[in-house]
């Protein structure tokens, strides 16, 4: 409930302090005292846009704080902690607004968005007024209206769900529509680029091992090549073997002769015969030991040469080969069960929504179950509101082609004013004193099936008296029974029927200096006065007095 309002500073409200109760509350005064700037300033406190003209004349800013009591079950502390704002027991809601335009909202000393608070506000908070649509211009509320009477909660979750598992397929569906179309697409390049690298059969690590070897069979190429050299020198026609045994030969002829002469320089030719035989079986065995094979190098080469090729048309680096390979026969085996997977989810995607069809359905039967008896409900309640030849009409539009969260039914209110008008949508067919009549009766039939804490009336009877205003009178009363209603009234009979009674009134402060909006609870004595008031108008009769004690009484028998 709406324990307290305090606002400071706006419009014809210096300071204003006021306590509210349980039941039905309700607040007269002449035209003009301010009744209208008090709902504009708690708006302002449920998130309403802000405006600058709300300021009290030269002030800097004006502030308006709304105290709620709540259950601790109530949707309005979920969606604070959803919003990870602090969930005391009392909820505070604060509002200023500044001379410049500007405004802070602050929900429970917390600063909040102002679409915070506006969405706070719509959960705690109604304020209907004759010709107010806020409850009834989107029909959106009407099918939540007819939800929450019927009490169909657990078939919309129903519904929500199977869409929500709809919805997940055909994502599922379209993304292996896509991925087998790639697929398609690229397939006699990845069928090639498999034959390729199969062939090539490459090997993490593989090029590194290459070029060392190839680095190494070159240095042997190099080295090799020396050693050819030398030996040629040593072995081949212009060796000095044979020159330098020829040349042993004659002296050692000639040695007979004059052996002492030639011997030193036979032995010096003997010698080097021998060490170049020794050249000669070491330059061999260096050729065993080093083993260099020219066609072991072209092989590395040609290896390494290749693998660098294919890296480069795959646009990676050597080690990645594998994984490219790797990549394309994925691509290929998707491609070969990527239609066996479409199938399959084209299966699932057609038993989804069946699924939802089924639940679909069977939240639009309870629907129209719930409508035809809404129907009955609220027109229950207009006779004695004087729109006896009226009917309530539940619009439903099923289309089973319809895939939403809400399922396959557009629902509005109609209503016929007389028979053989055209029903239409409430708000273009009902003037403004039967709306206000006809949603005081939907109020009355959904009090207790979601309905805002706190309902308040803005002279929804006005151009209505008699009968009229005493069945409004009864019915907010019996409203009252469920949740706190405020009805802001100009009717007697309605405000006969409240448990509490506060007048406003404008004051003249400091001999005139300016003139601001009170507000004061009225004891039986007053409250008696001011229903003789709302009787008699301007002059108050004892005729008036009389009548205003009778109108209590009768209420209270």
Do not use: W
């Not at 003139?515 to 006065?529: F, I, N, S």
Request: with cysteine; hydrophobic share 40%.
């Amino acid at each position: 409930m709406l324990g307290a309002i305090s606002i400071r500073n706006i419009v014809l409200i210096d300071q204003l302090d006021l306590q509210l109760e349980t039941g039905l509350s309700v607040l007269t005064g002449e035209t003009g005292a301010g009744k209208s700037i008090l709902l504009d300033a708690l708006s302002l406190a449920l998130g309403v846009r802000g405006d600058q003209g709300l300021v009290r004349k030269d002030q800097e800013s004006g502030q308006v704080t709304a105290i709620l009591h709540l259950p601790p079950d109530h949707r309005a502390r979920a969606l604070l902690r959803e919003n990870d704002v602090e969930d005391d027991e009392d909820l505070i809601l604060r509002r200023v607004q500044y001379a410049d335009g500007r405004t802070r909202a602050f929900i429970n000393d917390q600063p909040v968005s102002a679409k915070l608070m506006r969405q706070l506000g719509q959960l705690l908070v109604e304020i209907h007024g004759q010709h107010d649509d806020r409850a009834l211009v989107d029909a959106a509320s009407h099918r939540l209206l007819l939800d929450a009477y019927g009490g169909h909660g657990d078939k919309v979750e129903a519904v929500r769900k199977a869409q929500d598992g709809l919805a997940e397929l055909r994502e599922a569906l379209a993304v292996q529509e896509q991925r087998v179309a790639d697929a398609a697409r690229e397939e006699e390049f990845a069928r090639h680029a498999v034959e390729e690298l199969s062939a090539l059969a490459p090997v993490e690590g593989e090029e590194e091992e290459l070029a060392s070897l190839r680095q190494r069979l070159m240095q042997l190429e190099k080295s090799a090549g020396d050693i050819n050299e030398i030996d040629e020198m040593l072995n081949g026609p212009q060796a000095p073997g044979p020159a330098l045994a020829g040349l042993m030969r004659r002296l050692m002829r000639k040695g007979d002769q004059d052996s002492e002469l030639f011997a030193p320089v036979v032995q010096a030719l003997d010698e080097s015969l021998v060490a170049l035989d020794r050249t000669s079986e070491a330059l061999e065995a260096l050729k065993q030991q080093m083993g260099f094979d020219p066609g072991e190098l072209e092989r590395a080469e040609e290896r390494l040469f290749a693998l660098r090729a294919a890296a480069r048309k795959h646009q990676v680096d050597c080690d990645s080969l594998p994984q490219v390979l790797a990549k394309f026969e994925a691509d290929l085996e998707a491609l070969q069960s990527g239609e066996e997977t479409l199938e399959k989810l084209k299966g699932e995607v057609k038993a989804a929504r069946e699924a939802y069809d089924k639940a679909a359905a069977a939240l639009s039967k309870a629907r129209e179950e719930t409508a035809r008896a809404l129907e009955k409900s609220v027109e229950a309640e207009l006779p004695d509101l004087k729109l006896g030849r009226a009917r309530f009409i539940v619009d439903q539009i099923v289309d089973e082609t319809r895939e939403s969260p809400n399922g396959f039914d557009q629902i509005e209110f109609h209503v016929q004013t007389n028979p053989g008008t055209h029903p239409g949508p409430m708000m273009k067919v009902a003037s403004g004193g039967e709306l206000s009549r006809f949603l005081l009766a939907l109020k009355v039939v959904l009090a207790d099936r979601g309905s805002a804490p706190v309902l308040i009336f803005d002279e929804i009877d006005t151009g209505v008296g008699g009968a009229v205003a005493d069945a409004i009178g009864r019915r907010l009363a019996r409203l009252s029974e469920k949740v706190q209603v405020i009805s802001v009234t100009h009717a007697p009979q309605v405000a006969a029927r409240a448990r509490h009674h506060l007048l406003i009134e404008k004051q003249a402060v400091e001999e005139g200096a300016f003139v601001r909006t009170h507000v004061r609870q009225l004891d039986d004595e007053a409250r008696r006065e001011e229903l003789a008031r709302m009787l008699a108008g301007e002059t108050v009769t004892q005729e008036a007095r009389a009548a205003a004690h009778r109108l209590i009484d009768e209420v209270k028998l």
